[in-house]
Nanobody
Framework: QVQLVESGGGLVQSGGSLTLSCTASGLTFSRYTMGWFRQAPRKDRDFVAAITGSDGSTRYADSVKGRFTISSDNAKNTLYLQMNRLKPGDTAVYYC?????????????????WGQGTQVTVSS
């Protein structure tokens, strides 16, 4: 059974930085695409970034490109999201997703397992 546990969320001022972590058990990281999604209040869950476990290829939503960096440590089965120059619009619950069925997928339905989410709040 796959289990994903996110950490690292919190409250930060606009322009600040946070790093989210997602530790996985029950799967082999290098075999899958892993992703980060986020859900703001009263909005749908949106794609943020994805990375392939095999070669580290990445993909980003336009809204975070140049500010966020996704990475993974396959030996530790841990996924990261480094978030810089944060804006109030980045406020959301951030979810780690695993077992992506398509290469660098941005589609929520193409991920099989999800973490419980971690809150990120950016104050202006």
């Amino acid at each position: 059974q796959v289990q994903l546990v996110e950490s690292g969320g919190g409250l930060v001022q606009s322009g600040g930085s946070l790093t989210l972590s997602c530790t996985a058990s029950g799967l082999t990281f290098s075999r899958y695409t892993m992703g980060w999604f986020r859900q703001a209040p009263r909005k749908d869950r949106d794609f943020v970034a994805a990375i392939t476990g095999s070669d580290g290829s990445t993909r980003y939503a336009d809204s975070v490109k140049g500010r966020f960096t996704i990475s993974s440590d396959n030996a530790k089965n841990t996924l990261y999201l480094q978030m810089n120059r944060l804006k109030p619009g980045d406020t959301a619950v951030y979810y780690c997703a695993s077992e992506g069925t398509r290469w660098l997928s941005s589609v929520e339905a193409q991920y099989k397992a999800w973490g419980q989410g971690t809150q990120v709040t950016v104050s202006s």
